[in-house]
């Protein structure tokens, strides 16, 4: 079942802040994915999505938010299948984070889909294969 139910999201700037501050980090393209490994209880995977303030208006923000949670609720599977086979759980962050108005005006599911499939790649090689 394709669905991002409320208790999969992560809300409240503490909660951000402190996986920035001391998560570990990727970035890729226009994403930034920083992330805690372990924070949670069994295998959970909480999510959180943020658009840097340099995209100036609210409605750009918003459009680039939805573009990213509607790429992880189409792949989420991926991301947990990859979890539930190394027995750990994970709170994470993407962040938005361009200010060049062509890349924001002309983004579409297919530019975030590249830069997240190349932040899972590097996940799943460097954090997951230990």
Same mark, same amino acid.
């Given at each position: 079942?394709?669905?991002?139910?409320?208790?999969?999201?992560?809300?409240?700037? #503490?909660?951000?802040? &402190?996986?920035?501050?001391?998560?570990?980090?990727?970035?890729?393209?226009? $994403?930034?994915?920083?992330?805690? !490994?372990?924070? *949670?209880?069994?295998?959970? $995977?909480?999510?959180? =999505? !943020?658009?840097?303030?340099?995209?100036?208006? !609210?409605?750009?923000?918003?459009?680039? #938010?939805? $573009?990213? &949670?509607?790429?992880?609720?189409?792949?989420?599977?991926? =991301? &947990? /299948?990859?979890? @539930? &086979?190394?027995?750990?759980?994970?709170?994470?962050?993407? $962040? @938005?984070?361009?200010?060049?108005?062509?890349?924001?005006?002309?983004?579409? *599911?297919?530019?975030?889909? #590249? /830069?997240? /499939?190349?932040?899972?790649?590097? *996940?799943?090689?460097? =954090? =997951?294969?230990?």
């Amino acid at each position: 079942k394709k669905t991002l139910k409320k208790n999969d999201v992560l809300r409240g700037y #503490k909660v951000f802040s &402190r996986i920035i501050t001391t998560g570990k980090s990727i970035r890729r393209g226009n $994403l930034s994915f920083y992330y805690i !490994a372990g924070g *949670l209880e069994g295998n959970q $995977l909480k999510i959180g =999505f !943020a658009v840097s303030k340099k995209v100036k208006t !609210a409605v750009k923000r918003n459009r680039l #938010k939805r $573009l990213m &949670r509607e790429y992880y609720r189409l792949h989420k599977e991926t =991301f &947990r /299948d990859l979890l @539930f &086979r190394n027995g750990c759980s994970l709170e994470c962050v993407v $962040l @938005f984070n361009s200010n060049c108005s062509e890349v924001i005006n002309t983004i579409g *599911l297919k530019g975030i889909k #590249k /830069d997240f /499939d190349m932040i899972f790649n590097e *996940l799943s090689n460097n =954090f =997951f294969k230990k």
